[in-house]
């Protein structure tokens, strides 16, 4: 009996040293990409690059504040293209059936508003912002063995009610970066479906890490867009009316 008490307590030694708690997942996310402290001292990021659409490579630049305001835009044979914006109190992009500027409902303004604890990353501080975070457990990815981490944020609105908001992140076990983040779509033409998003190429950035690889797929499906980023700057000037709806 004492010699099996003995194994039982050794196997679970040697498995409880190896555990990883999904806190000490994340802190070693944010530690090896640059650290809480720089994360938090982020005023906004600007992102410029590719993105591959039937066939041709259009210009993209994607910027993110911590107040909250945003805006992805692209050019197309000239034309600059604002596909999503947010100046903190209103949503707006390019309706690309009439290919005119249009306000957003009051639901998606009001999802953008209740997203607004992501930057720089949902992960900082979460427990603050009174976001929840769970580990599942683990997964392979492509070949590359992950901890499954759910993130419970804020509900978002969806036909004047709330529903849960669900991120689940996957993080590579041997250098805790996300290289896959899956979620369902709750509104809009593309409801019910689950997306991934795929991190890859992280480079780093005046101390922090980017991925400058994002891939976005529907899950299941073979049809994917790639995004491959060129150039990231920290703390970017930007003018408050680039955020602001164009009619």
Same mark, same amino acid.
């Given at each position: 009996?004492?010699? %099996? ?8 030694? *040697? ?6 708690? !999904? ?9 090896? $990409? ?35 305001? #945003? ?11 604002? @596909?999503?914006?947010?100046? =903190? ?7 690309? #059936? $009439? #290919? ?8 998606? %303004?009001?999802? #953008? ?38 993130? $419970?944020?804020?509900?978002?609105? !969806?036909? =004047? ?5 669900? !991120? ?12 896959? !983040? ?22 780093? *950035? ?10 976005? &797929?529907?899950? =299941?499906?073979? @049809? ?21 709806? &164009?009619?």
């Amino acid at each position: 009996m004492k010699k %099996t008490l003995f194994i039982l307590g050794f196997v679970m030694f *040697v498995f409880g040293a190896n555990a990883q708690t !999904v806190d000490e997942i994340i802190n070693n996310y944010l530690e090896n $990409t640059g650290g809480a402290a720089n994360w938090a001292k982020l005023s906004g990021v600007k992102m410029e690059g590719k993105v591959a659409v039937q066939g041709m490579d259009l210009p993209i630049e994607m910027v993110q504040t911590k107040e909250g305001k #945003m805006y992805m835009k692209f050019s197309l044979q000239g034309q600059e293209i604002t @596909q999503q914006a947010f100046d =903190g109190n209103e949503a707006w992009g390019m309706n690309f #059936m $009439t #290919m005119k500027p249009e306000k957003s409902d009051s639901e998606t %303004t009001e999802n #953008m508003k209740r997203n607004l604890g992501d930057f720089p990353d949902p992960f900082l501080n979460y427990k603050e912002k009174g976001f929840k975070a769970e580990l599942i457990g683990k997964e392979t990815v492509d070949g590359t063995e992950t901890f499954k981490v759910k993130l $419970t944020k804020k509900p978002l609105m !969806v036909d =004047g009610k709330e529903v849960e908001n669900l !991120v689940f992140y996957f993080f590579d076990t041997e250098n805790f970066v996300p290289i896959m !983040v899956e979620q369902e779509v709750k509104y809009g033409p593309a409801k019910g479906v689950t997306s991934q998003t795929m991190f890859s190429d992280y480079q780093e *950035v005046d101390g922090l890490y980017f991925a400058f690889s994002i891939t976005e &797929k529907a899950k =299941g499906t073979p @049809q994917s867009q790639a995004i491959n980023i060129t150039k990231v700057i920290l703390n970017p000037s930007v003018d408050d009316a680039a955020f602001k709806f &164009k009619d």
